[in-house]
């Protein structure tokens, strides 16, 4: 039962998160000019009449729409994968196997810490669709999903990973010393 619960409120925790993050990107998105503008480019305004729903100003508002549900979409898939990589790292650490093979499981959950890097890498792909009409826009979403993906995955070998390994060979130091 203690397991359940502590899963449930850790994938509470995430889409709280990730719920969050959206709401406040949407938010700053219909509130601001500025960050609108990092997502619609700095065009400026259109010279001349333009019927709604036509011509070039809404077709920058729609393009602004995609680049920030991509976006959005990156922030949301980042999250996932550093939950699920902390989720990996918890589970090898708190098994009751012997401490050897922990220490081969967590070499083998290495793949787990790269995904937030390979998810920046689809947010860079991503924003090449972007770039065929707004370049400007297309940069943002590539640097900053790459951004994000190297500052996760970062954050999870140093504040995750290292403490979980230096944790698993003090142990086995202290088995091998009971011996």
């Given at each position: 039962m203690k397991k359940s619960a502590f899963l449930f409120l850790y994938i509470a925790?995430?889409?709280?998160?990730?719920?969050?993050?959206?709401?406040?990107?949407?938010?700053?998105?219909?509130?601001?000019?500025?960050?609108?503008?990092?997502?619609?480019?700095?065009?400026?305004?259109?010279?001349?009449?333009?019927?709604?729903?036509?011509?070039?100003?809404?077709?920058?508002?729609?393009?602004?729409?995609?680049s920030l549900y991509i976006f959005m979409g990156i922030i949301v898939i980042q999250f996932v994968a550093f939950f699920l990589a902390m989720t990996i790292l918890r589970l090898v650490k708190k098994s009751t196997e012997h401490i050897d093979l922990k220490l081969q499981k967590l070499e083998n959950a290495d793949i787990f810490l790269d995904l937030p890097l390979y998810v920046g890498l689809f947010g860079t792909v991503a924003s090449f669709i972007v770039m065929t009409f707004n370049p400007q826009v297309s940069r943002l979403i590539a640097y900053s999903s790459t951004l994000i993906g190297i500052i996760f995955s970062v954050s999870l070998r140093t504040i995750v990973l290292f403490p979980t390994r230096q944790y698993l060979l003090v142990e086995k130091s202290e088995h091998l010393a009971g011996e």
């Amino acid at each position: 039962m203690k397991k359940s619960a502590f899963l449930f409120l850790y994938i509470a925790f995430l889409i709280l998160l990730s719920a969050g993050s959206v709401f406040l990107i949407l938010y700053f998105y219909d509130c601001s000019a500025f960050f609108r503008s990092l997502f619609e480019g700095g065009q400026g305004a259109v010279i001349g009449p333009v019927s709604s729903g036509g011509g070039f100003a809404a077709q920058t508002k729609f393009v602004g729409r995609i680049s920030l549900y991509i976006f959005m979409g990156i922030i949301v898939i980042q999250f996932v994968a550093f939950f699920l990589a902390m989720t990996i790292l918890r589970l090898v650490k708190k098994s009751t196997e012997h401490i050897d093979l922990k220490l081969q499981k967590l070499e083998n959950a290495d793949i787990f810490l790269d995904l937030p890097l390979y998810v920046g890498l689809f947010g860079t792909v991503a924003s090449f669709i972007v770039m065929t009409f707004n370049p400007q826009v297309s940069r943002l979403i590539a640097y900053s999903s790459t951004l994000i993906g190297i500052i996760f995955s970062v954050s999870l070998r140093t504040i995750v990973l290292f403490p979980t390994r230096q944790y698993l060979l003090v142990e086995k130091s202290e088995h091998l010393a009971g011996e």
